[in-house]
């Protein structure tokens, strides 16, 4: 068993500021199961908010957000995705992220559910969309930073 001195020192130059899921049930699924799913994916239940509204046709509609502030719970929420899902969303980094430096990207609500998320093809229906917002500081080169906090995600799988 790995004792805390055993343990690497966290880096100074990785991270993430946040991370947001989203998702909306209808009125033929179960907003509850989504909301234990994406209560998983986070890390934690009361970070999970249910916003119930009716659509212009008439159903029922919930809106299903998380998100994370802690620079610790975000970056585990993102290892959550798994190896080959991280290596799709680095390897495609720069299609994904915007100006702000968040990288966007969807999930299958069927794999959120089932704890197994794959990243999403396209703009299918049924989707939990989710949004990392990266720590970037200057003086220090922006790919690598980048690229550090991947590796730290990587490094998270590993330890479970």
């Known amino acids: 068993m790995r004792q805390p001195h055993d343990l690497p020192a966290p880096r100074k ?10 998702a909306t049930a209808s009125a033929l699924s179960s907003a509850d199961v989504l909301a234990d799913a994406i209560a998983w994916l986070i890390g934690d239940a009361e970070a999970v908010e249910l916003d119930r509204s009716t ?7 919930t809106l299903v957000t998380a998100s994370s502030a802690s620079k610790r719970k975000a970056l585990q929420s993102l290892a959550k995705l798994g190896e080959a899902n991280l290596k799709q969303l680095q390897s495609e ?4 992220m915007d100006d702000q430096h968040v990288l966007h990207f969807r999930l299958t609500i069927d794999s959120v559910v089932e704890g197994e998320p794959k990243l999403a093809i396209g703009s299918a229906t ?18 690598e930073q980048l690229e550090n906090t991947f590796i730290e995600a990587h490094e998270l799988l590993k330890g479970k």
């Open 13 to 22: 130059d990785v991270g993430l500021h946040h991370i947001t899921w989203r």
């Open 55 to 61: 659509s212009y046709h008439g159903p029922e509609l």
């Open 93 to 96: 980094m720069k299609q994904r």
């Open 126 to 143: 049924g989707t939990v969309k989710g949004q990392a917002k990266f720590e970037v500081y200057s003086g220090r080169s922006e790919e």
